[in-house]
């Protein structure tokens, strides 16, 4: 009997002679309408019945609940049962028991948010395993529908391990339980890593338990980070630094593995509680060093790359794993102390001559400038002495000027010969940092490898014309060029300069001389081993005066003695005459 026939109950009075001969049966329809509706089931909007499910399509899922027409409910509202079959009893609500088009409106999702709540609470307490339809992704982790309610799954409490990707999970129906419910605001939480983890946790114990120094084991690639690899181990972590991913360099962990590439490792070490597990990857192949070739010895040229650089050196790696450091001192013949930045960087092929080499310790020191001539071996030859060339100013000192005739080669320009007639207080007066300067090779000191410079040698001693010129007496006009504590710095002709101390500057009006005026000069000193001319402004008039005064006092002087010589009495003899003249003349002398 069917579902909507088995309520139904024969009329008592029907007169079924009647009916059979074909004649006017004695009900109203009224009674007809009344008796049918009395076999349906009563129904009521806005109420919960439970309903049969009696077909499935993609769009709609068909429900009877006994009453004079079957109900229509979306497909969408039973995403969260993939399993839903015709003949399944479902919960729904009755939204309109007739339309428009007299269709029965259903729905399943109201009846399930109307006692899922309840549902959803009983779950938590009773720590029951539920299934949830991932609708979408929201921020943080998924949306997930839990018997009609939209609950939030965190990315985290998705999976033991990390999710990449999101977008794979949503769609799917998986099993979750409720962690945290908020009542005020009817928030729910759940997690489908929690049903999982207790597995793990005593997986993770067992495997602890088993875990020993130098054991080998299978390990998935779970996170990669800048200082290593982070490995699931079966629900324990571990680490291989970077230092342990190759024998070789690792700049980048990424270049070595993959996110969730299986690999072997072996256990380095891990703390008591065996909560940090140190892990390694290279270890599992031969040292590098063990298969460097047996013949290979000090002198030898190597290729390589360099690795690794620093202000000190250069490491280079002449096949995976063996490395050899090029110290700054061995790049270059030059003494300057630069920085190995100079001369390489990361990248570089280089070629090299092996220095020294160390198979037990594992150490090689490389050298580049070896390939090179030294060029103090033949200093003699390139550089004799006499011979002139174009350096390159380093840097000062006090005393002189350092300069490099070639990458190696060195010298020093003593400040007393970079000019004949400049003086010269400090060489940044005279050159710069960085420019070219002309020299002439004064001496050679191979031992300490260092050249004496002149500058000044190039061309000829001009005190030698100067000491013809600058003759003591002589008068010159000069230029007062500079002002100092003890006296003024005189420019001359032919670009030497001479020196007046203040008394000799003291013009003829009384005045001081002062800086820039141009005057007459005598030179009262020179000097030609010191290159020192002193010049005195002074006595171009004093001299001049006294000479005059002199002139004037002879003149005089020989006025009176002619007087004396009239009015002498004629008793006075020639002799005596004689005597006096002679006596005048020392008194002129002075004597």
């Known amino acids: 009997m069917s579902e909507l026939t088995k309520n139904v109950k024969p009329l008592d009075d029907f007169n079924w002679d009647e009916f059979e001969n074909g004649a006017q049966v004695s009900v109203s329809k009224e009674e007809l309408d009344k008796a049918y509706d009395e076999t349906l089931n009563k129904v009521s909007e806005h ?33 969260y049962n993939p399993d839903l079959a015709v003949g399944d009893k479902v919960e729904v609500y009755v939204e ?29 307490e009773n720590q029951e395993v539920i299934q949830g339809y991932i609708k979408c992704r929201t921020k943080g982790g998924m949306i997930v529908d839990v018997f009609g309610i939209e609950a939030f799954l965190p990315g ?19 099993e979750f339980k409720v962690v945290k419910i908020n009542q005020e605001f009817r928030n729910v939480v ?32 779970k996170n990669i980070t800048s200082y290593g690899v982070f490995v699931d181990l079966g629900g324990v972590d571990g680490l291989i630094h970077i230092t342990d991913l190759s024998w070789g360099r690792v700049d980048d962990p990424h270049k070595v593995v993959e996110l969730d590439q299986k690999i072997n490792v072996v256990i380095l070490d891990f703390d008591d509680e065996k909560k940090r597990i140190a892990l390694g990857l290279k270890q599992l192949t031969p040292h590098p060093w063990d298969a460097l070739d047996p013949e290979l010895k000090v002198g030898d040229h190597v290729k390589g790359k360099v690795v690794v650089i620093a202000d000190y050196g250069a490491f280079v790696e002449i096949q995976p794993g063996v490395e050899g450091l090029i110290h700054v001192s061995e790049m270059s013949w030059s003494q300057h ?19 020294t080499l160390d198979r037990n310790e594992r150490k090689m020191s490389l050298g580049i400038k070896q390939l090179r001539e030294d060029p103090w071996e033949t ?32 010298g020093l320009i003593h400040i007393s010969d970079l000019s004949w007639t400049k003086k010269i207080k ?61 006296g003024a710095v005189i420019s001359l002709e032919k670009g030497v300069e001479g020196f007046a101390t203040p008394k000799h500057l003291v013009k003829e009006d009384g005045t001081s001389a002062t800086l820039g005026e141009e005057l007459p000069f005598k030179v009262i000193e020179f000097n030609k081993d010191s290159k020192r001319i002193i010049l005195s402004h002074s006595r171009t008039f004093e001299d001049a005066q006294r000479d005059e005064k002199r002139a004037a006092k002879k003149v005089r002087t020989k006025k009176e003695d002619s007087v004396k010589i009239d009015n002498q009495p004629a008793a006075t003899t020639l002799g005596d005459l004689d005597v006096l003249a002679q006596l005048k003349e020392k008194m002129e002398k002075g004597e």
Do not use: C
């Open 47 to 79: 109420q919960v019945v439970e309903g049969t499910v009696i077909s499935i399509d993609k769009k709609e899922v068909v429900v009877n609940i006994g009453y004079k027409s079957d109900g229509i409910i979306p497909a969408s509202e039973f995403r």
């Open 96 to 124: 309109n028991q007739e339309d428009k088009k007299g269709q029965l409106i259903l729905s399943h999702k109201k009846a399930r948010l109307s006692k899922s709540w309840e549902r959803i609470n009983a779950a938590l």
């Open 156 to 174: 985290s409490q998705i999976d033991v391990h990390p999710i990449r990707d999101y977008d794979q999970f949503v769609g799917k129906t998986m």
């Open 190 to 221: 759940v997690s489908h890593k929690a049903l999982i983890e207790a597995e793990l946790e005593a997986q993770k114990k067992e495997i602890i338990s088993k875990l020993e120094k130098g054991q080998i084991l299978e390990g998935t690639v």
């Open 337 to 355: 102390l630069r920085s190995a930045q100079e001369f390489l960087k990361v990248g570089d092929e280089v070629e090299a001559v092996i220095l």
């Open 379 to 410: 200093i003699e030859v390139k550089y004799p002495v006499g011979s002139k060339h174009t350096a390159k100013v380093r840097n000062f000192t006090n005393f002189g000027v350092f300069v490099e005739l070639e990458e190696g080669v060195d």
């Open 426 to 486: 400090h060489p940044s007066e005279f050159t710069q940092v960085g420019a070219d300067i002309d020299v002439v090779v004064l001496e050679i000191d191979k031992e300490n490898r260092r050249l004496s410079l002149g500058h000044k040698q190039l061309e000829d001693n001009p005190w030698d014309v100067f000491e013809t010129v600058y003759t003591v007496g002589s008068i010159h006009n000069g230029k007062i060029v500079s002002m100092v504590e003890k």
